[in-house]
């Protein structure tokens, strides 16, 4: 009996032994998956860092270059600029040059919007809003004029801008030295 005891306590250390080794085997088991999923996770992670550092880098580089486009745009913008504000300049110039020129002739374009018996004020609002209005007396009447400029062009311009607001019977007039002429004989005066 004494030997089945020990044999069966034998068997039972046998099989507690057995399963502690295996639980042992199984923890150990478990252990090396995680060291491996953690080193896993670190290669991730290195190569997230890496990729992140990446994309901040590009972005820098990216920002420089927006940055730099955007002064030398500016740059040839105002560039441009002054370009264009010496052209206008000398556009300027050589128009009131070629003004003065034609302004020596004393030849003067006028629109005349109407003639009426009455004597109406020159107010902007009872003439459609036209601005720059003058009249004249002739006989019985009055004559009512819209503008003031130096030539047949302009005066074509202002005639437009007459019809435009309902004074489609109004046409062009010409003075010579405050004299009204004939639109003929100012033209002979003036080159456009």
Known sequence: IAARELAAQQKKQKEEAAKKLAAQEEADRKAE?????????????????????????????EAAARELAEQQANQKEEEAKKLAAQEE????????KALAAKS?????????????????????????GLNKLS?????????????N???????????????AKGYTTSY?????EGKRIPLAEALKYVSE
């Open 33 to 61: 998956a995680a060291i491996a999923l953690a080193a896993q996770q670190k290669m991730k992670d290195e190569e997230a860092a890496r990729k992140l550092a990446a994309d901040q880098e590009a972005k820098k580089k």
């Open 89 to 96: 300049a000398n556009r300027k110039e050589a128009a009131a």
């Open 104 to 128: 020596a002739v004393g030849i003067i374009f006028k629109v005349q919007l109407l003639a009426s018996s009455r004597d109406m004020p020159l107010r902007s609002e009872d003439f459609r």
């Open 135 to 147: 009249k004249e007396p002739y006989n019985n009447l009055f004559r009512y004029m819209y503008g």
């Open 149 to 163: 400029v130096n030539t047949h062009f302009d005066a074509k311009l202002l005639k437009s801008n007459a019809d």
């Open 172 to 176: 062009i007039v010409a003075y010579k």
